[in-house]
């Protein structure tokens, strides 16, 4: 789906891809972000693409390479140019991107060749933005792995799982209130406040997982100093 900024251009473009867990999501789920993207003068190309279990990897790095070649083929008619396309996606998303920008030559997702007569374009992009990004399945399975292992965590803590929150699976659970008292504690020992938390896809009071960890782990050892 495309977004189109009002006026002539050349506008930046930029490819967007929905996260969802390498298997969720589409085209639509980033409306309003990328409204305000269109509206600030960036053309905003939000993808569909294959995903499990339709088709497993690298069927979605296959498809993202092609929109991009695609795309930069086709630059004047979207009042952008070749060389002023990016790229971005959020979560599992972000992982995406950071793969289709680092290997955009790989035979494997430059497997679709455009139509016959189309310019001599590759799937280098001029920038790539990624929100809250899975960087590292892998470490991240591991982390999974080591927490379910310890037990839940309000066992571990004593503390009551009502009005709990759970982010990305990872079996790591943190309170609000918990962080709030953590947060005016340090506001009231530093003199400034604490916000490194940022939303991952908000669901009501939902935190992203990594962030809460970074932030509950930061401000106990601030605290216990």
């Known amino acids: 789906r495309l977004f189109k900024p009002r006026g002539q251009g050349p506008f930046p473009l930029i490819i967007e891809l929905h996260g969802g867990a390498w298997n969720l999501g589409d085209r639509l789920q980033d409306t309003d972000l990328n409204e305000q993207l269109a509206q600030s003068g960036v053309v905003v190309a ?16 296959v498809d993202i390479n092609y929109a991009i070649r695609w795309l930069k083929a086709r630059a004047a008619q979207l009042q952008t140019r070749a060389d002023l396309v990016g790229i971005c996606g959020s979560s599992s998303g972000g992982h995406l991107a950071m793969l289709a920008a680092m290997r955009p030559k790989d035979p494997r997702y430059a497997s679709i060749a455009l139509p016959a007569g189309s310019p001599n374009v590759d799937a280098t992009v001029r920038s790539v933005a990624m929100a809250w990004p899975v960087i590292n399945p892998l470490s991240r399975y591991r982390n999974a792995v080591r927490e379910r292992a310890k037990g839940p965590f309000e066992q571990k803590a004593g503390i009551d799982s009502r009005g709990l929150h759970a982010e990305h699976g990872d079996g790591l659970v943190e309170p609000h209130r918990r962080l709030r008292d953590q947060r005016d504690a340090f506001r009231q020992r530093v003199g400034f406040d604490l916000h490194p938390v940022i939303r991952h896809d908000p669901i009501d009071e939902t935190l992203g997982q990594s962030f809460v960890r970074a932030e509950h782990a930061s401000l106990e050892q601030d605290l216990q100093r």
């Open 46 to 61: 939000a993808l569909d693409f294959r995903m499990p279990p339709v088709a497993s990897y690298p069927a979605s790095l």
